[in-house]
């Protein structure tokens, strides 16, 4: 797995929150945009008034994103960026989870993921 930094020095973070979708794999940085399979590119662009937090994983030929924003004048800016670029992480590891898992884990993991997954999706709308 190739984990794409782009603008954001949350390294450690993320890293950890992809080994909880891929925890055999080995994974590579890259402080650019590499667009291969099995590529998690994550991005933080800030703008005059808004900051977007990104993130897009490319896996299996198909592409999982998801994105949120923040105001530039949040009084807890740092903090509400790692948040929320690790939330937008989540997201497209978790619909190719829920696409693929009964290929890819065991049936014990299955109902633990789903269940979290159906909470999380309800919350945010998701479905």
């Known amino acids: ?5 782009i603008n954001h020095s949350y390294k450690y973070e993320l890293e950890k929150l992809i080994r909880i979708f891929s925890p055999f794999e080995k994974i590579e940085f890259c402080e650019g945009e590499e667009r291969e399979d ?5 991005s933080l662009l800030r ?3 808004e900051t977007r937090l990104s993130a ?3 896996i299996d030929n198909k592409s999982f994103e998801f994105s949120e924003t923040l105001s ?3 009084p807890d800016y740092d903090n ?3 948040r929320l670029l690790a939330v937008a992480a989540m997201f497209p590891n978790g619909e190719y989870l829920q696409e693929s898992a009964p290929q890819s884990f065991s049936p014990d993991f299955l109902p633990i993921t789903a269940r979290l997954w159906q909470k999380i999706g309800l919350k945010r709308g998701l479905w």
């Open 1 to 5: 797995m190739k984990l794409c930094l």
């Open 38 to 42: 099995r590529t998690s590119i994550t």
């Open 47 to 49: 703008g005059e008034k």
């Open 56 to 58: 897009e994983l490319l």
């Open 72 to 74: 530039n004048d949040n």
């Open 80 to 82: 509400e960026c790692e």
